[in-house]
């Protein structure tokens, strides 16, 4: 049995939770959108539990479906079976810092799995992440309901929000299938050389910082930028992928940390504490989000030749 | 035309700048781009699918979170904040900085603490509002300058850590496009290049936060 088979079964392992979260949006009378979620949850289980079994076009479909959902607001986290505070708080008191063990194996496990085995590191983070689930429900003595209701509240709770990331890399496959990536590098390489290592660097996180600002979001950059600008600019001219990617992405985030449009991190404390100045918590990252800006060109720059 | 092919560029960015829903800009920039390039409908729909099902490690992570549900309706999060409660006798940008290394601690580990809500409001926040006041009360001015450090701690804690851990959404989104563009790379090392602007975020931020204490020590 070779990794990606292996893979499939956390992929089943992974429908079988979203459909969980399916069952209790259905049943989730509060929610004004519950069929709607109940479906979301449940294309998306089957998909990833049966979906290599279906053609690419039904999947493709599905999509599209679920783009439609969104667009009418019928996918909504609903009511969450809260946690009960009062327990919480006893075994609080009992575990203490072993509370923390689990999330520790489930760290450490992964990237040992990643790095001795030849299973790869998805395949680490699935084993890993099975086994720091025993090891908590041994831990604080869970049974099958509370950790199926564990479950589909922390499913639920991730919301649309979840499915993101892996849509943006649909995004992304896309736009390498349409020639996106080498038209955005013929536009730019008209104004900026391509094979300047440095110019390259500069205008990847630069362009990193700017359009998370517009969007509001590092990760929808990230799938834009890096195939108009990273690969072309950077990769192709010998840079290494990994560093590109992992210092790009924090590029980003320092454009995460100077716009009002990323409302969660920026916006969302000056509500909860009241404050006075409205862009108050962007003025004290602004200093520190321009000098790691320099810093990460620099590192990149240095890493990735 | 072939610049029409940039048409999902200009969606992504400008459904993400007028804030309406994200999942269906995104579907609507990935239809858009695939059809102005002279796709059919079908082969668009196909690639839409292919890439989505290529795409299923970046969602990996659900598979953590189970488990966390389990750690935290067992009291995890008490658990943080009876012991972040302890901490006394420091000036507020220690305080700030211990929870710094916390912050980046726990987000190695993928422990997602909610920050904002979980720490700086109830408890970081009123922390370093009692520290700062020791030797002068407080004007108005001050106590937001502390709401707001508190606040830009946490994103910094919580940004530049997050992707030391190798089942983040974020590493995996990093791997799966690169893969996408055509460029293998490991999610192990993703992590390992990630560590330097963990370290000097932490560095440079500490050095901020303990510039920060000389606002409130100036004697009038």
């Known amino acids: 049995m070779n990794a990606n088979n292996i893979l499939e079964i956390f992929y089943v392992l992974m429908g079988i939770i979203m459909i969980f979260a399916s069952i209790e949006s259905f049943r989730d009378k509060d929610n004004s959108a519950r069929i709607g979620t109940g479906l979301f949850w449940l294309i998306l289980g089957l998909i990833f539990a049966i979906g290599r079994y279906l053609p690419n076009l039904v999947i493709g479909l599905l999509i599209i479906f679920i783009g439609i959902l969104s667009l009418m607001k019928q996918i909504k986290v609903g009511k969450l079976k809260e946690v009960n505070k009062e327990l919480a708080e006893k075994s609080a008191k009992k575990l203490g810092g072993w509370l923390f063990f689990p999330s520790i194996i489930l760290a450490v496990l992964s990237i040992l799995i990643s790095e001795f085995t030849k299973l790869g590191g998805q395949v680490g983070i699935g084993i890993a992440s099975v086994v720091a689930l025993i090891v908590a429900m041994i831990l604080s003595k869970a049974d099958a309901k509370t950790t199926y209701h564990d479950s589909e509240r922390m499913v639920r709770s991730v919301g649309t929000a979840g499915i993101l990331p892996q849509l943006l890399a649909t995004l992304g496959v896309i736009f390498t299938a349409s020639g996106v990536g080498d038209i955005t590098a013929k536009t730019i390489s008209g104004i900026f050389p391509v094979g300047n290592h440095l110019l390259g660097v500069v205008l990847y996180c630069v362009a990193m910082v700017i359009f998370t600002m517009i969007m509001g979001n590092a990760f929808a950059a990230f799938a834009v930028i890096t195939a108009g600008i990273g690969v072309p600019f950077i990769v192709a001219q010998g840079g290494n992928a990994a560093v590109v990617a992992a210092i790009g992405m924090t590029s980003g985030y320092c454009g995460t940390l100077m716009t009002p449009m990323a409302a969660n991190f920026n916006s969302l404390p000056v509500a909860l504490m009241e404050m006075k100045d409205n862009l108050g918590v962007i003025k004290q990252q602004v200093p520190i989000a321009l000098s790691l800006l320099v810093i990460q060109i620099i590192l990149m720059y240095f890493l990735a030749f | ?220």
Not at chain 2, 68 to 96: D, P, T, W
Not at chain 2, 117 to 131: G, K, S
Not at chain 2, 191 to 204: E, G, Q, W
């Open chain 2, 1 to 220: 035309m072939e610049y029409l092919r940039l048409i999902g560029i200009i969606i992504i960015i400008l459904g993400f700048a007028f804030k309406l829903d994200t999942i269906a800009v995104v579907v609507a920039a990935a239809l858009a781009t695939g059809l102005v390039s002279g796709m059919s409908i079908s082969h668009v729909l196909t690639i839409i699918g292919k890439g989505f099902m290529d795409n299923r490690m970046v969602s990996l992570f659900f598979l953590t979170l189970p488990m966390i549900g389990v750690v935290e309706s067992h009291g995890m999060k008490q658990a943080a904040v009876n012991g972040i409660s302890k901490i006394k006798n420091l000036s507020a940008g220690k305080i700030f900085n211990l929870y710094l290394a916390i912050r980046e601690i726990t987000d190695a580990f993928g422990i997602a603490l909610s920050g904002q809500v979980q720490f700086i409001r109830p408890l970081i926040n009123p922390m370093a509002q009692a520290a700062a006041s020791v030797k002068h009360p407080l004007t108005e001015k001050q106590v937001d300058l502390i709401k707001a450090r508190a606040a830009a701690t946490d994103n910094f804690g919580n940004f530049f850590a997050q992707n030391l851990f190798i089942a983040s959404s974020g590493v995996l989104l990093m791997a799966s496009t690169m893969k996408s563009l055509g460029h293998n790379v490991s999610t192990t090392s993703i992590v390992l290049y990630s560590i330097p602007v963990a370290v000097i975020t932490f560095v440079i931020v500490g050095y901020y936060n303990i510039r920060f204490d000389k606002k409130f020590d100036i004697d009038k």
